[in-house]
């Protein structure tokens, strides 16, 4: 018998009074995969993620984890199960510096032994903090943020705050990633970042990523598949050749000739 899919929605329905954002959307994704949504504006795609990560309870179907159902989960349980995710409008801590913000990432672990190791400043907790801050520094190399480290991060760029999101969400070696619109207001050698990490993600820790993002060429590049969404429908699903040559996906979506001998997106 095969074993599940990580991560599967099925026939998962999302409603807002009368409005169905989503509509009967499913999707299975394998273990160190990555897969992208894509869609106009509109589209569902980043409520299909808020049903995902359990902000919105699904008003019909359901989300399985490792074939557990997880459906009626609170985002805490899904998040200490290793689902991470990233928000379409950044979400860090201004007042706080980069350093610590990255470290919030890790805190739900615990420094070991409870509060009476941190009143007699136990070896144990030394050195767990040692090696977690150990940790922050190097992902804060990998992202080229070591420069403004003890920044506040509400004095970042759009770029660096997305960075730094991204390595809040990956410091802690996610087992499923859900990131919106990652690339979002980055220049080139930031989305060279982004690409680099989510690599690095799925060869070290075998993370399963689902990504929505405006940034096609990215997105044929990334992702191992693609489903594309309208009104909270599922237009087509498969790999970024079929996406790329798929007829109602570019009269729908990309806004083409359907002639056989119109080119796909680059």
């Not at 049903?51 to 200490?80: C, E, M, Q």
């Not at 990432?105 to 050195?127: K, M, N």
């Not at 499923?176 to 993600?201: C, F, H, I, N, Y």
Request: glycine letters at 12%.
């Amino acid at each position: 018998m095969s074993e599940p899919a990580l991560l599967e929605v099925n026939e998962v329905e999302v409603s807002f009074g009368g409005v169905r954002a989503v509509q009967g959307v499913s999707l299975s994704v394998d273990a160190g995969l990555v897969y992208g949504v894509i869609g106009p504006n509109g589209a569902g795609k980043t409520t299909l993620f808020d049903a995902i990560f359990g902000y919105n309870r699904p008003s019909a179907g359901s989300v399985l984890l490792k074939g557990v159902d997880i459906t009626s989960k609170p985002t805490s349980w899904r998040a200490r199960q290793g689902m991470r995710r990233t928000f379409q409008r950044q979400q860090t801590v201004g007042s706080l510096s980069v350093r610590d913000n990255i470290i919030v990432g890790t805190e739900w672990r615990g420094g070991g032994g409870g509060p009476l190791t941190d009143l007699v400043a136990s070896p144990l907790r030394r050195r767990l903090e040692d090696k977690r801050r150990e940790a922050v520094g190097d992902v804060l190399e990998s992202f080229g943020l070591s420069g403004v480290a003890d920044a506040r991060a509400d004095s970042l760029s759009i770029g660096h705050a997305r960075l730094l999101e991204l390595a809040r969400a990956v410091i802690d070696h996610p087992v499923v990633l859900l990131l919106d619109e990652p690339t979002s207001g980055m220049a080139s050698k930031e989305v060279e970042t982004v690409q680099r990490v989510m690599g690095q993600a799925r060869e070290d820790y075998g993370t399963t990523i689902l990504v929505v993002e405006h940034d096609v060429p990215f997105i044929m590049e990334v992702c191992d598949r693609i489903m594309v969404l309208d009104l909270g429908c599922v237009v087509a699903e498969g790999t970024p050749d079929e996406i790329r040559h798929n007829e109602e996906v570019k009269r729908s979506y990309f806004g083409m000739a359907t002639s056989a001998d119109a080119p796909g997106p680059s």
